[in-house]
């Protein structure tokens, strides 16, 4: 009975983890809630609405795109960042869907 709960996870779970990570930090939730809908931002404008070194935005900006929660493009010499909304509210009603589901 208990053995069948140690399984690998499903596909469609492998990106819940790090999309919780990114989103469970307190300086990435800021990151993101300085994003005006559909605003793109490079790097600088996001240091200098925030407290936070130039490193550690990067830092912050890399786990963002890592886990999908945001989306980026090189123009010239810039990077500009994005919210995915789509992204982080398909990854988030799976877990919503699971809850009503197994419950």
């Known amino acids: 009975m208990y053995t069948d709960l140690i ?3 499903p596909d469609e779970w492998k990106d819940v983890s790090g999309m919780f990570v990114a989103l469970g930090d307190e300086q990435r939730q800021r990151i993101l809630l300085t994003f005006q809908p559909g605003e793109r931002l490079n790097v600088t404008q996001i240091v200098t609405a925030s407290t936070l070194s130039r490193t550690a935005v990067s830092h912050h900006l890399k786990i963002l795109r890592q ?5 980026s493009e090189k123009i010239g010499k ?3 960042f994005w919210v995915d909304k789509k992204n982080i509210a398909a990854t988030l009603q799976r ?3 699971y809850v009503k589901n197994n419950s």
């Open 67 to 71: 886990a999908g929660a945001l989306q």
């Open 95 to 97: 877990v919503l869907d």
């Open 78 to 80: 810039e990077v500009y």
């Open 7 to 9: 399984q690998a996870l």
